[in-house]
């Protein structure tokens, strides 16, 4: 998603501000792709199905494109899509420079909002009565 970094800590300036043109122009390839989705001749509920998603992508997109023309790098590590090394090496060098920010500073965490209203879950050891501690149970209510 990102392209590759060049330099070092000091030239981040420099990167995030080619990082920011270059999530300008997939927010706007995006939201071509939207427009054409929502004027398409799909059926009225897969349409909806389909924009919401697009929706998703391309509100956590503008949110990157946002950050980085401030000058700021956003990081979620809950989120499973930055493992790769180019990745990576923007978060590096982005929390070297001081420019480093979670979504929370925008936003509250897609992930954090789910953990808020997941339900508990109980372990409870050795089952009725508790006299044999052998493998747990899990209960979810």
Known sequence: MHPEYEGGWTDFPKNIKALAGHLDAKVRVEQEKRDRVESGPNHPDL???????????????????????????????????????????????????????????????LHASKEEHASPLRVIRGGNGANDLGSPQINAR
């Open 47 to 109: 349409k909806l199905q389909e924009l919401a998603h697009m929706d998703g992508a391309l509100g956590s997109l503008k949110l990157k494109a946002r950050a980085a023309s401030e000058g700021k790098l956003i990081w979620d590590p809950r989120d499973v899509s930055g493992a790769s090394s180019v990745h990576q090496t923007w978060v590096t060098m982005a929390r070297k420079a001081g420019a480093l920010e979670t979504p929370d500073t925008y936003e509250p965490s």
